[in-house]
């Protein structure tokens, strides 16, 4: 008999996805409210089940202007007619779509080449090649698996290389498991030694787990009959600051040139793990990785909240990007019952454990937290990023606290399936044209609803699942991407740091992408200001 929590879990996804079609057949049009601006693109021709009907898309008021660019033909013709938005054009990052095709039908058992430790160095997007992102706390790209692939199980990185007993480690690879009912099978060893997997949710390419005392060596990954293991060990690190030692990057001291690049600091980070108060706190450092030096100033504090059925430490491509730039980021964690009879709702006692997260470490001198973040203070001001169900604890968090929304001055939605209230100040939401959970109609009344100034952004190609670091939803619940996950992410950060800029009023280098983005295949913008 399968586990009653596999059980429900199952149980629940389908009933998601059942609600999710029946919103998304409903007739709700998209009501788009006059003095909308589009930067609008036609969807590529990649059939039915790449796209949703044009009558969920973007249909536009007769006050509202459009930019039409000619529809690519394919996938390929997509990166090759990216210019204006710097989409891998050089021959230098562009591998075309074989190489998609290439990184994961790559033989995996027994192949030492699954398990090495990434090489790349980056301080941009584009550094890296389609099929990575950049890990811009380590400086490093690392390979992300976005479609699962039947058999094809991989073992690719952890981070960070040393943490102290309680702090958190992430395994990275592909295809741990592709059903779900499997997912108890699934082992992680450090040095050997078996480590629980942390609240027994491991995603299929990526794995949390705590940092046990004593252990250290090769980080390894048994999924079934496959041992995969990293030639390189994991090591435990003595409390307090960490040194910078030159094995992660230093801040430039100079803002990048283009929205592609990271900023003037490194960007460090600090695990807070006081059950039921646990967070991933990122900010402007010295060095780059765990508890590095903290640069003492007053920076912005935007909270980012994850959505249900994936880890929480999912959105790093953020809370790294927006550090390098200024900014403190809180990834809190949510305690979720999936045993529970309805594991979506959000519960009391999780809004209050996120509304202490926010108390601790909004408009505070952070160095109570821990010594690497001695004069990093933060804003009474707040953000807030939210995605799928994050998004209604968002929505709960602003609704139970008066006072905290009044110095709420912009939050974005990513895949929002959410609460259908509207949050304080300036308001950005993102959807994706293959997201069977966040359809078009979701997007659309969370953009609808809001005050201006507002702005929605359409990924074309994009899902549900590259909203996160590296989770991979699918079959009812995800369509498979034609674009990679490193894509999704970069237009995610190019309108995220602007518009943050803007709502904290920081001076705003890249102030132009708000109002006049590149027209792009990739993406269909609008906004009203």
Known sequence: MLPRKITLLFLFWVLLFSLASCNRT?????????GDYDHQTDQGDTGDDNQFDNDTQDNDTEDSAELIVEEPDSAEDIYETSDDFDIATDEEHLEDDEAYDQFMDEPTEGDAD????????????????????????????EPRGDWPQQGAVSLFSFHPMAAAPGEFLTVDGANFYTNPMFMSFLKVAIGGVNVPIFNDMPDQNRIILVVPDGLEGPV????????????????????????CDGSTPYGSGHPGASLD????????????????????????AECGSLRRPG?????????????NGAGWINYEYLGQFLATWGFVSAMTYRAIDYGSEAPTIILPEQVQAQTDIIAATRGVDLGSLHPALAGVRTTEEIAMVGHSRGTACMQQVYGSSAELAAHGVGNIFLGPVDDLSAVPGAFMVFGATGDLQSNATFVNLAYNRQSTPKWKITINGGNHSLFTDHMVWYGLYDRQPTIFRREQIRIITSFALPFFQRAFGLAEPFGVQLEWPPISPLYVEQHQL
């Open 220 to 243: 390894s990954v048994t999924s079934g009959s496959l041992i995969l293991t990293t030639p390189y060990s994991f090591t435990l690190a003595a409390e307090g600051i960490i040194p």
């Open 261 to 284: 690049e990271a900023g003037p600091y490194a960007a460090g980070f600090v695990d807070v793990n006081a059950n039921p108060i646990i967070y991933r706190l990122f900010y402007p």
């Open 295 to 307: 640069l003492p100033g007053t920076y912005p504090l935007v909270i980012l909240l994850h959505g």
């Open 114 to 141: 699954q398990c090495e430790q990434p090489v790349g160095s980056c301080h941009a997007f584009m550094d890296c090649q389609l099929n990575e992102v950049c890990d811009f706390s380590l400086g490093r790209c």
């Open 26 to 34: 409903s007739g709700v049009g998209d009501d788009d409210e006059p």
